[in-house]
T-cell receptor, first 114, second 113 residues
Framework: GENVEQHPSTLSVQEGDSAVIKCTYS??????FPWYKQELGKGPQLIID?????GEKKDQRIAVTLNKTAKHFSLHITETQPEDSAVYFC?????????????FGQGTILTVHP | EAGVTQFPSHSVIEKGQTVTLRCDPI?????LYWYRRVMGKEIKFLLH????????ESGMPNNRFLAERTGGTYSTLKVQPAELEDSGVYFC???????????FGSGTQLSVL
């Protein structure tokens, strides 16, 4: 089955700096890659996603890049703010009989210092 | 529009007891999923309903876990009897279609003592 590795496990930056979180996946059939942000006491919230036919997607300060050949994708947050502090999860979805299933990375605790 | 609702938000039970978690998906979402995060590890898939049918239950850990979705609306996840290793946060998610975005609830924090 699919396996997703996420790095780093913790990331500490100063407000205004950029933050990058990287994920690799194992199943070349995976075709959908969402990123979720989880704040304390809340459930994961979808912040951006990308499909396998696209190499990059941007939404204001957040961008995701996908390299299908290398089987890795990354989340880029620019001009970080203290409210960006949260746990971030990457995930991958493969078709086939488990077409609805997301496989998640281990999560990255991002701390943005004022 | 209401999001995915889970109840209870927290549950503390003793080993051997039974607990039932409930999830109300976003109205109109035929696809409902259960996930679990244990001990700060990754969020792991448990199962996927399409309406009232189990599409994929490959992530269910063992037969102590029973999920139902009668009528294709809300879903329950029962753990009977609960073991210490069942502690964690149980998330429910729903989507309009199987290839659409998943929206998660706030989760149920289950503590088995």
């Amino acid at each position: 089955g699919e396996n997703v590795e996420q790095h780093p496990s913790t990331l500490s930056v100063q407000e205004g700096d950029s933050a990058v979180i990287k994920c690799t996946y194992s199943d070349s059939a995976s075709n959908y890659f969402p990123w979720y942000k989880q704040e304390l006491g809340k459930g994961p919230q979808l912040i951006i996603d990308i499909r396998s036919n696209v190499g990059e997607k941007k939404d204001q300060r957040i961008a995701v890049t996908l390299n299908k050949t290398a089987k890795h994708f990354s989340l880029h947050i620019t001009e970080t703010q203290p409210e960006d502090s949260a746990v971030y999860f990457c995930a991958a979805r493969t078709g086939g009989t488990s077409y609805g299933k997301l496989t998640f990375g281990q999560g990255t605790i991002l701390t943005v210092h004022p | 529009e209401a999001g995915v609702t889970q109840f209870p938000s927290h549950s503390v039970i003793e080993k051997g007891q039974t607990v039932t978690l409930r999830c109300d998906p976003i109205s109109g979402h035929d696809n409902l999923y259960w996930y679990r995060r244990v001990m700060g590890k990754e969020i792991k898939f448990l199962l996927h309903f399409v309406k009232e049918s189990k599409q994929d239950e490959s992530g269910m850990p063992n037969n102590r876990f029973l999920a139902e979705r009668t009528g294709g609306t809300y879903s329950t996840l029962k753990v009977q009897p609960a073991e210490l290793e069942d502690s964690g946060v149980y998330f429910c998610a729903s989507s309009l279609g199987p290839h659409e975005k998943l929206f998660f609830g706030s989760g149920t924090q289950l503590s088995v003592l």
